[in-house]
């Protein structure tokens, strides 16, 4: 069974910085495009980022400049570098990942890490 586990959310300060681990397990050749979405309480889930699986990455226009997006293939991991973190970033953060298992592809999603903003 392919899982998704998510690691590094939690409460930071406005300005401050956290750091989100997404590593795949189980019987799947492949990962392609990797991603993170987020949703706050009351609102959609939103497109944060993605990254290809030869490293070219999107970001959605309200964390271009301060996330960064990044993978690991040989861990088969993606992170999310979060810096200037602001109250607005609050939410519940999920990865997900594109992944072949016995030549069919499908999405897989994370359990999802809350990632708070407050002082």
């Known amino acids: 069974q392919v899982q998704l586990v998510e690691s590094g959310g939690g409460l930071a300060q406005p300005g401050g910085s956290l750091r989100l681990s997404c590593a795949a397990s189980?019987?799947?050749?492949?990962?392609?495009?990797m991603g993170w979405y987020r949703q706050a309480p009351g609102k959609q889930r939103e497109w944060v980022a993605h990254?290809?699986?030869?490293?070219?990455?999107n970001y959605s226009n309200s964390v271009k400049g301060r996330f960064t997006i990044s993978r690991d293939n040989a861990k088969n991991t993606e992170y999310l570098q979060m810096n200037s973190l602001k109250p607005e970033d609050t939410a519940v953060y999920s990865c997900n990942a594109a992944v072949r298992v016995e030549g069919t592809w499908s999405t897989y999603w994370g359990q999802g890490t809350q990632v708070t903003v407050s002082s």
């Open positions: 990254i290809t699986s030869n490293g070219i990455s």
């Open positions: 189980g019987p799947f050749t492949s990962i392609s495009t």
